[in-house]
């Protein structure tokens, strides 16, 4: 709808390199599921290996430890999954890999058999998203689009998670997994949820829900400032800015900005419409 919204081919290119940039995203996030389900399978596990002291977004880094063709030569369906997992992969290339799982899969259903359920459950999440992609590339006008810009959205989710991140050592709801049942019962999960929830209020300023809503209401508001009519384009560049600066260009490691940050959000809690609560 905010597409057709606008005929101005700038202002469309705008849009789709967001759009571009959170596919991007997901198919990397969606990838490294993969993987990581992968390497701790009984059949896949000696193929993978973790990567010492280094991580992405949070996660300890997992890479193959060779080629796919000759980690696996013999077992095409390993082989097919394991391109899936090779580095540099992007949405268009795993579709290639994704239609002979299909084809495979029509010819010796049992060989789906194989597969642990959490294998299955990340593949399936990754054909999704190559699915979405592929349609959108059918639909819209994707050549000549540069996925490096239109990077609002990724970037402050990046910035997001990397403040939640250093957040993980100072938590601690191990009291409420002293055995394997008492955390299957509702009150203790409540109990833990309740301690979680207050725990982030108290640390990031809001509820955990909130800091994802309020990421993606105000990346769309910056999106549809920017590509506004030319004659309103100095006035939304100099709003953008002043975004910019405040949420985008503040450094983690700095305990000031992250106290205005969290600040920040406090206030904006005070003023935030009731019907947003039903929504988180």
């Given at each position: 709808m905010l597409y057709n919204s606008y005929t101005d081919k700038g202002q469309r290119t705008t849009l789709l390199q967001e759009i571009i940039s959170v596919c991007g995203l997901e198919f990397n996030r969606t990838q490294m599921i993969l993987k990581r389900q992968m390497s701790t399978t009984k059949n896949g596990r000696r193929f993978f290996k973790r990567i010492a002291n280094t991580h992405d977004n949070g996660n300890a880094r997992i890479i193959l430890k060779g080629k796919p063709e000759s980690l696996?030569?013999?077992d095409k369906q390993l082989r097919y999954i394991l391109c899936l997992c090779q580095p540099r992969m992007t949405?268009?290339?795993?579709?290639?890999?994704?239609e002979k799982l299909d084809e495979l899969y029509i010819t010796d259903p049992s060989k789906r058999l194989e597969l642990d359920m959490r294998v299955i459950d990340a593949l399936g999440d990754l054909a999704n998203i190559v699915g979405y992609t592929k349609l959108l590339s059918d639909v819209f006008p994707l050549s000549g689009i540069n996925c490096k810009e239109g990077q609002r959205f990724v970037t402050r989710l990046r910035e997001l998670e990397e403040e939640l991140n250093q957040l993980k050592s100072e938590?601690?709801?191990?009291g409420f997994a002293s055995s394997f049942t008492i955390p299957l019962q509702p009150e203790v999960a409540r109990a833990a949820l309740k301690e979680f929830k207050e725990f982030i209020i108290n640390k990031a300023g809001t509820e955990i829900g909130f800091l994802y809503y309020d990421l993606l209401s105000d990346c769309m508001e910056s999106v549809k400032k920017e590509i506004k009519?030319?004659?309103?384009?100095?006035?939304?560049?100099k709003t953008d800015?002043?975004?910019?600066?405040?949420?985008?260009?503040?450094?983690?490691?700095?305990?000031?900005?992250?106290?205005?940050r969290v600040q920040e959000r406090r206030q904006r809690e005070k003023t935030r419409p009731r019907e947003e609560y039903g929504r988180n």
């Open positions: 696996a030569p013999h949405a268009s290339n795993a579709a290639e890999w994704l938590i601690d709801l191990s009519p030319q004659a309103k384009e100095d006035d939304a560049q800015k002043v975004f910019k600066d405040k949420e985008i260009s503040s450094q983690f490691g700095s305990p000031k900005d992250h106290e205005v």
